[in-house]
């Protein structure tokens, strides 16, 4: 039996304490007593308090196991700062080299990292030192911590960056961070960025290419749309979009991206132009004027945008299935997806030929579809279509979860083969949040190992929004190593 002491003075017995940080939802964690007091002091029993300053917030580090070893959701406490070594030896550099690339990479950046899940990134020389959790930048207290913590760390490391690096979105609180320190800017592209994080935490050599399979939620892209189920060709000086997920209209706004049934009923919509009114009620996503109110919005471009976001298309899928039509936190839906995609695996000994016979069919497809405009578009409204009949059939649920993620898995196997056909890049790097699911991650390793292509994937930086710093640091870093040699030419 615990007892705890009241303000009162009189003791009350307890069976136990419940302990976390101390910071409201969405605010940073609190460093000083009076920022306790102030944020926290009126849901909290008891605040337990230190003479010791608080210097940089460190948040708890989350991380799971993926083949025997460490795969990182949050790197913070224990882990952060240390750094993330790249050297490069003088045989790893093609003598005809002209990247712009040295055996070390010579300079100091600050790269601010992203909006949500925000770490930042200090670059010395060969040494890049990403930060400790700080948090999303929604919040104003969450951002003068960022500012706090990355002048901290600076005079820690004794840094003097030459160069800032930022996300290419014109409206995030990061980039208004990178903007105000009176550096040169660069800006990067969001799915570029983790694919860099990737290289550079394997210590890819800068004369590396590799087709980057980059899998998340949101990310601007250069044509001002939403990105987010991307097959790119990049190095650190550069890359080219060179395939993605098949475009939806995205309608919803913000409001989407927690409420997956928005996105089956845009899918829906176009899909089915003739019957989308029944469809639609048989999978209860929504009432019949809300379906239409989508209908129009789209016709109209009201409050939606073309996106190719995975991270949306898991959501939608997990709606059309009857799995969640929404999320109470943050990757609910998709997770639940992928939990009942492992339940059926885990129910079988062996996979049926009716299943080999659907992913067979889908490949084809993909084949069949090939090129368009100026990129792969990898058949995923197909997929879509696919599912949703099979569900209004009666088909089991775990087994469409499951159909779901190995048919995706092996059309981005097709789609980075047949891009390595054409480039003869033979190396391929996972990243973004979508990789935080080991089912899709153990799918495409396995899909790509067979077509003959090196695999590259995370371990102890984050594949999500976290280890986007990173990414942006060794672009820049590379960008400094590139103009130093011009410059000595």
């Not at 409050?303 to 190719?308: I, K, L, P, Q």
């Amino acid at each position: 039996m615990l007892w705890f002491s009241c303000n009162d003075g009189h003791e009350m017995p307890t069976d136990s304490f419940i302990m976390t940080s101390g910071n409201v939802s969405g605010a940073p964690i609190c460093r000083t007593d009076e920022d306790a007091l102030r944020e926290i002091g009126g849901f909290c029993d008891l605040i337990l308090s230190h003479n010791r300053k608080i210097r940089l917030r460190a948040d708890d580090s989350v991380m799971g196991f993926y083949e025997g070893e460490p795969y990182m959701i949050r790197r913070s406490r224990g882990y952060a700062p240390l750094p993330v070594m790249m050297d490069f030896s003088m045989d790893e550099v093609r003598p005809d080299d002209t990247s712009g690339s040295r055996a070390s990479w010579k300079g100091q950046v600050l790269a601010v990292g992203g909006e949500l899940k925000n770490t930042f990134c200090i670059g010395k020389d060969r040494l890049f030192y990403p930060s400790p959790y700080v948090g999303d930048m929604g919040d104003a207290r969450t951002v003068q911590a960022l500012t706090e913590s990355v002048a901290r760390m600076e005079e820690l490391l004794e840094a003097k960056p030459e160069l800032a690096v930022c996300d290419l979105h014109p409206n995030y609180n990061t980039t208004a961070v990178a903007e105000s320190i009176g550096l040169p800017l660069l800006k990067i592209q969001h799915h570029y960025a983790h694919i860099l994080s990737c290289m550079a935490e394997n210590n890819l050599p800068p004369d590396t290419k590799v087709i980057g399979v980059s899998f998340d939620g949101t990310g601007y892209g250069t044509d001002g749309t939403i990105w987010g189920g991307e097959l790119l060709t990049a190095d650190y000086l550069g890359f080219e979009r060179v395939g993605s997920i098949r475009p939806f209209l995205q309608i919803g706004g913000d409001a989407s991206a927690r409420e997956g049934w928005r996105i089956a009923v845009s899918m829906i919509n176009a899909l089915y132009p003739d019957n989308a009114a029944q469809i639609v009620k048989k999978l209860d996503l929504c009432d019949e004027p809300t379906r239409k109110l989508s209908a129009q919005m789209a016709a109209r471009r009201i409050n939606a945008v073309e996106s190719t976001s995975a991270g949306r298309l898991f959501d939608a899928v997990s709606a059309m299935l009857g799995i969640r039509k929404a999320s109470s936190f943050e990757g609910e839906a998709s997770t639940t997806l992928q939990f009942r995609a492992e339940a059926y695996l885990n129910s079988k000994t062996e996979r049926s030929e009716t299943d080999k016979e659907e992913i067979d069919r889908f490949l084809l497809a993909e084949m069949q579809c090939g090129e368009a405009e100026d990129r792969i578009f990898l058949p995923t409204d197909e997929l879509v279509r696919f599912l949703i009949d099979e569900k209004l059939r009666g088909e089991d649920t775990c087994r469409l979860a499951y159909l779901f993620h190995e048919i995706l898995a092996a059309l981005i196997a097709a789609g980075c083969r047949n891009i390595s056909e054409k480039t003869g890049i033979k190396a391929c790097a996972l990243s973004g949040g979508v990789f935080q699911n080991q089912l899709l991650l153990k799918l495409c390793e396995t899909g790509l190992s067979d077509a003959g292509l090196t695999v590259y994937r995370h371990r102890l930086i984050p594949p999500n929004d976290g280890g986007l710093a990173l990414g942006q640091a060794a672009a820049g870093m590379a960008r400094l190593n590139a103009v130093s040699k011009n410059e000595n030419m």
